[in-house]
């Protein structure tokens, strides 16, 4: 019985769990501001207890888990509406580095050293702090950079280049399985794209292990048993 009890309660901790967190956004770990980071090492402890000793009352776990994401979805409701009150509870960007140069007082604040500074440089590619126009310190510690405007990469705008749009590309099949509702969706049909696979040596849908079609009319074929991709034309 002890077993089956442990067994429900996982079930039912990781399903509430899943439930709350989805209500609350989809942030990575390491881009969590400090209030909800802190919500999730609360978190972990008490779902911890709760599932390592099966004498602790479950019903007071739940509710304090319901608490906990209840506290945490509300202050950050508050702190978007309210931002004084979110730069309280929160870390605002701070600029560290401005015209390649360390503004000293900044960086004494988030308590970042030099050595510090100059990794999450490389880790950018920026090896040159002269380079640097401003660095900020953001909420979650990473840290945004812009280049000066003599260091950054030339864009087809710079130049007066026209360009074509190029938005997202569309699976039509991955492993072997048609997504049909992409096809209707770009005025197409599975006879179409049969034929289409045959002209590339294809015979069936379970052959093809990825295909796709791009902006262009460009379609992107890998069979299931090579692991080369080749694109084809095609105009829609």
């Not at 479950?58 to 945490?72: D, E, K």
């Not at 992409?182 to 005025?187: E, V």
């Amino acid at each position: 019985m002890e077993y089956l009890k442990l067994t429900f309660r996982i079930i039912f901790i990781m399903g509430l769990l899943l439930i709350l967190i989805l209500m609350t956004g989809r942030r990575k770990i390491g881009e969590l501001p400090v209030f909800d980071f802190l919500t999730i090492i609360i978190l972990g402890n008490v779902v911890g207890a709760d599932i390592a000793d099966p004498k602790i009352p479950h019903l007071p776990t739940a509710y304090a888990i319901v608490l906990l994401i209840s506290i945490q979805y509300f202050i950050s409701h508050f702190t978007v509406k309210n931002r004084k009150f979110g730069g309280k509870v929160t870390f605002e960007p701070i600029v560290i580095l401005q015209n390649g140069k360390f503004i000293k007082s900044n960086m004494k604040k988030v308590r970042y050293s030099i050595e510090n500074v100059l990794m999450f440089l490389r880790e950018k590619g920026i090896f040159d702090i002269n380079e640097v126009e401003f660095a900020i310190v953001e909420d979650s510690g990473n840290i945004s950079v812009m280049k000066k405007s003599e260091f950054q990469p030339l864009t087809p705008n710079d130049m007066k280049i026209t360009t074509k749009y190029k938005g997202l590309t569309i699976p039509l099949i991955i492993d072997g399985r048609v997504y049909e509702e992409n096809l209707q969706k770009l005025g197409l049909n599975k006879i179409w794209l049969l034929e289409e696979l045959k002209r590339n040596g294809i015979n069936g849908f379970d052959e093809a292990f990825y295909v796709d079609i791009n902006t262009e009319g460009r379609l992107c074929i890998s069979k299931m048993a090579e692991t080369s991709i080749f694109r084809k034309n095609f105009i829609i």
